[in-house]
């Protein structure tokens, strides 16, 4: 999984969890954004060229949770989920 990090560090943290097959081409919008936030985007396994498989949403949620360990972030504002985003997302709610 690669991540997209819109980083403006200090403002809220927001988690954009995509449909499937969306384009990295998308992220010129969000950049307009990232003066009020600070916002993470995830490309799933198996949607980039040379990444590993996806193999369910759980894995996907498991290695968005690490990641933001990593990253030492405790505390999200908000998490937005488009169709398979919003399953991803639920995984990390539970």
Same mark, same amino acid.
């Given at each position: !999984?690669? /991540?997209?990090? %819109?980083?403006?560090? *200090?403002?809220?943290?927001?988690? !954009?969890?995509?449909? =499937? /097959?969306?384009?990295?081409?998308?992220? #010129?919008?969000?950049? =307009?954004?990232?003066? @009020?936030?600070?916002? $993470?985007?995830?490309?799933?396994? +198996?949607?980039?060229? #040379? =990444?590993? @498989? /996806?193999?369910?949403?759980?894995?996907?949620?498991?290695? $968005?949770?690490?990641? %933001?360990?990593? %990253? *030492?972030?405790?505390? $999200?504002?908000?998490?937005? +989920?488009? =169709? !398979? *985003?919003?399953?991803? *997302? !639920?995984? %990390?709610?539970?």
């Amino acid at each position: !999984m690669k /991540f997209n990090r %819109l980083a403006n560090e *200090g403002n809220p943290i927001v988690v !954009m969890l995509t449909g =499937s /097959f969306w384009p990295e081409e998308c992220l #010129d919008y969000i950049y =307009s954004r990232t003066k @009020d936030y600070y916002i $993470i985007v995830p490309t799933y396994n +198996g949607h980039y060229k #040379d =990444s590993k @498989d /996806f193999t369910t949403r759980q894995n996907e949620a498991s290695e $968005i949770k690490k990641y %933001l360990q990593q %990253l *030492g972030i405790e505390r $999200i504002h908000m998490i937005y +989920g488009q =169709s !398979m *985003g919003t399953e991803i *997302g !639920m995984e %990390l709610y539970r």
